[in-house]
Each structure stands twice: as structure tokens, then as C-alpha cells.
């Protein structure tokens, strides 16, 4: 990013905007921009495999074991001594004649007491492979791989805002995967220097197609139809498997450790650590387990099953996209929609 992002101080309820924010929309107003689908949610896809075909997981079908998990032992782990964060965030999507724009609400939450205290990072970019009209502003990107250029800008804002944010100590809850797909290897090298500084960074995947562990095991290969799949089976209510490592071979970096674990009834999710961070706090982990269900307890959700801080954290991201409005600030200036919007009440 050409811009820096303002320094957060360490006290929450803040809503910070890009540094360029107000003025890619302005320009998109001068050079009268036609909208025509003003507004659709983006949806980031962790669904699919994230294991690269480079590396493998060893499973010994002999060595695998479920442990039960304890909420009042990790109800002890939190606040002491680590802080703990939550992070999610909402993506709009702007469609126009001209080119595309994305407008993200990146938001972290501090549990304090029984508090949740927000901080939102609001970014707004437009992208098109017009020249003519890159020129017309600085704000105002070029790209012929608009999907691709939109989610290296989004995880090089995240990682920003994150590692400006999140203080040591600090134990930090993020939605979706350590790896997906090539763009995420960004958040590899942060990830590992947050682990450095005693800042524990935990993913959480609720919906996978994965069958690393199922691929690995004779008996498992044709009877499941993922890891998912063979999790729920495995595993009774309040329950986790052991960790199982994923080794990159062509990139060591890129390397993992993560359980499957059951809260309720329903399918599992998937638990992952960058391999340095599960190495470095390798003592503490099974405690963290037990803090991971317990947030999904305090949560209550039986049918999505959620860690509380990322819960709370996904409605302050929603929120804070409302409360900008981007719709009513293209509107006010002028942007003409197209036919199709007006007959839908633009």
C-alpha cells in the first residue's frame, strides 16, 4: 500500500478510514461512474481445499485419538495473561460499466470484562482496465486481474491493520484459513513474526471440502467424502481430535498444524496454527482448545457454531459498511445509474 495506515492507540470504539477512501469516491463522482449493480456482499470462498499439492499430511490411523474438551479450564485462560482479540470482516461489491469497486470494513474486537470494545478499518478501491480513466485519477486503479489485484489490496490491508493493532500478549481469533490460494501466502510472514511477539494468532474453517486426512487412510479413503465428513463421525459433542501437521515440502513456510472439532451435533470445524506458532506455545495449546469451546458455548449458536469474539467481530464489520452508506454517498454525487437500478429503486 502507498499509504500508511493511521496509528491505532491502544483504546477501542474507533472507526478509521483508508487514507484514500473519501477520494476515490469523490473522483468516481467526477468521472460520473455508471453503477449498475450498486451493491452485492462478497463472500470470501474458504469452502474448497486449502492444502497445497506440495505438501502432505502423515496420518498413523493407529496414533489418532479424540479428546474431550473442557470449558471451565479455558474459561481460565482468557484475560490470563493474554489479551484476547476477535477478527472478521464484510466485503461490498460495486459493479459498473467502467470497472469494479470493493469496499471492505476490516474489524477486530477486544474482550474486556464483558465488553467488546470494536475498532473497524474501512477501505473503498476501484479497479478498471481502462486507461483513459486510470488517468483521471491517482486513486483510481489499473488491472487486468481485477478479482485477483481486489484480494492482494484486501489481505495487504488486513495484515496492516492487524499488525498495527493487535499488542503482545494477546491471543487473536481469525475467520477463515491460515492458506487460501496463492494470495494468502501474504499473511504467512506476519503471521510468524506476530508469533515472535507473543501474539497468538488461532483460524477457524467451518465449511471444507479438505480429505488430506481421509486420502491418507486406506480404510478411510472410500467411506468418506471428506475430512469433515469423517470428523462428524469420529467425533461425540465436546469433543476435538489430536493435531495432525501439514508439511509443505516445496515451501517449509507455509507449513501447519490443525484438529477437527465437534461443539454440538452438527459438522465440525477445522482449528489451525501456523506450525511455528503450534510449536512455540505447544504447552499451552490444549488449553486454548478448551478457551475455543467455550467461546463456542458463551456463543450459543447450535446451528453456526462460533467463537464469541468473531461473532461479535462479524457484526461490528456489517455495521460499520451500513454506517458509511456507500450507496448514499455515490448517489449524492451525481453517479447516474443505469437502467436496470433505477427499476430496482436506485
Known sequence: MNNELQKLEFDFNKLILHPGFKKTIKDLGNIKVTMSNISSDVDIDYSG?????????????????????????????????????????????????????????????????????????????????????????????????????????????????????????????????????????????????????????????????????????????????SDLHWSYNYLNQAERTCFFQYIDKKNPKNSKAFCYLKAFNISPQRVEFHLDTYNRYLNIIPSLMDMIYYFIIVQGDQRNPQVRPIAVAEKFARAALKLVNIHNRLKTLGIVPTMNQKRFGW
Open 49 to 225: 481445499s486449502v492444502f497445497s499439492k506440495d505438501g502432505a499430511v502423515v496420518v498413523d490411523k493407529k496414533k489418532i485419538t479424540k479428546i474431550r474438551l473442557d470449558p471451565s479450564n479455558g474459561n481460565k485462560l482468557i484475560n490470563n495473561p493474554f489479551s484476547v482479540f476477535g477478527y472478521d470482516e464484510s466485503i461490498d461489491r460495486f459493479d459498473s460499466l467502467e470497472g469494479i469497486a470493493f469496499s471492505a470494513a476490516h474489524t477486530i474486537v477486544l474482550l474486556e470484562g464483558n465488553d467488546y470494545l470494536p475498532a473497524s478499518y474501512l477501505t473503498f478501491y476501484f479497479y478498471t482496465k481502462s486507461q483513459i480513466i486510470h488517468k483521471k485519477s491517482e486513486y483510481i486503479k489499473i488491472s487486468s486481474e481485477i478479482d485477483r489485484d481486489s484480494k492482494i489490496d484486501f489481505i495487504q490491508d488486513k495484515i496492516k491493520f492487524l499488525q498495527e493493532t493487535i499488542p503482545e500478549n494477546s491471543i487473536l481469533l481469525i475467520d477463515g484459513p491460515l492458506i487460501a490460494g496463492d494470495v494468502y501466502t501474504y499473511f504467512i510472514k506476519p503471521v510468524i513474526e506476530m508469533s515472535k511477539n507473543r501474539i497468538i494468532p488461532i483460524f477457524f474453517i467451518k465449511n471444507s471440502t479438505s480429505n488430506m486426512i481421509v486420502n491418507n487412510i486406506k480404510e478411510y479413503k472410500n467411506n468418506y467424502n
